[in-house]
């Protein structure tokens, strides 16, 4: 377990300041930027040449990080109320399966490809296959599509992953510790679909509660109420086994239906975008390029393969949401970055047996979280460059 001190601290929101300045320099995301840094200053690079001055990946930093999960995922939640969800439930579904279909088939079939195991290869299906809510919500934010069309089969499409993954965790993890297997799976689901109803009915009646416990005059009050209900809802779920992204996002649903939505976004708005940058930047502190680089001839086949099928999966997507080609390609495009739930998986593979479950996939993970969140982001951002194209090609076929 790594100590922290004060002045590393200080370093880390040193380093995230950076990063920000820089990339509002180069007219980048701010995400990848966040990653790099994070990577640079962290224990496997400058922790290599001064470790005096590398910025540990400990307790406290790990802690910030879950809390900008947690707060993003809120956020996200506060965009669907759940009315809006249950009358999109049908397209939420298919471009949920139709994402799943397409995405997890490939990681599945890679593996076998490389001569890995079944559960190797689930596993391997579950890190290419999973977008990273965080991410993509942060980008969403960043960008101002969040209000646009194209936002909605991308929601839904993260809310249908994290249900799924949800379920898949618990499975995967009962199956690479080798105790108890698929019955103790049944009942690791079955806790976790428990406590997701009870969220949902807390969400579907708790409505007036909420407008009662969280109209305090005080902004401070108001603040602390909110983070109060937001993070202890969620760390209750992590403890039980149950995602703590897909919790805070029915807590947030559960808001969205109150007269304090706009409050909400006024006042957190900017303690969000902190942990939230602390979460990025822990994920470069915990990338080690050396071990990422004994992977590499997978991560390129792993990218070329994934990328495209996330684009068209996406694409489709927005089809079934009644989008134009031009919003579809956005939608495609939103949903190639992989992140925290990738990074998840790996640490179940890594409690396993054998080189592929401790060393390959964790060290590829790791790897591919980099390059797609990199990816993922400057793809959005530059979006319309390929809209362009997608124009001029639709107009010479027409021509």
Known sequence: MAAMELWQVGGLFVGIAVAGAVATRVGLSVIPLYVVVGMLVGPNVLGRYAPEFAIPSGDIVTILAEIGIVLLLFFLGLEFSLDRLMEARRRITGAGLLDLAINFPVGVGLGLLFGWNLLESVLLGGV?????????????????????????????????????????????????????????????????????????????????????????????????????????????????????????????????STDHVERIERLLTPVRDIFAAVFFFYIGLGTDPLLVATTVGLLAVAVVATTPTKVVSGFYSGRIYGLDDRRSLRVGLGMVTRGEFSLIIATVAATGSGPVMTQVIPAFAVGYVLVMSILGTVLMQYSGVLEGVLARRRSEAAG
């Open 128 to 256: 290419v296959y999973i977008s990273s809510s965080a991410v993509i919500t942060k980008s969403l934010i960043d960008l101002g599509w969040i209000a646009n069309r194209e936002s909605e089969p991308m929601l839904g499409t993260l809310v249908f992953e994290d249900l799924f993954i949800a379920v898949y965790l618990a499975v995967v993890a009962a199956l690479v510790g080798g105790s108890g297997g698929l019955e103790t799976a049944a009942v690791d689901v079955a806790v976790a679909v428990a406590f997701l109803g009870v969220l949902l009915a807390g969400v579907w009646f708790g409505g007036p509660l909420f407008e009662r416990v969280f109209d305090a005059d005080s902004s401070e009050l108001f603040v602390l109420r909110v983070l109060a209900m937001a993070v202890f809802v969620a760390g209750v779920a992590l403890a039980i086994g149950v995602s703590e992204a897909v919790a805070a996002f029915f807590v947030g649903m559960g808001f969205s």
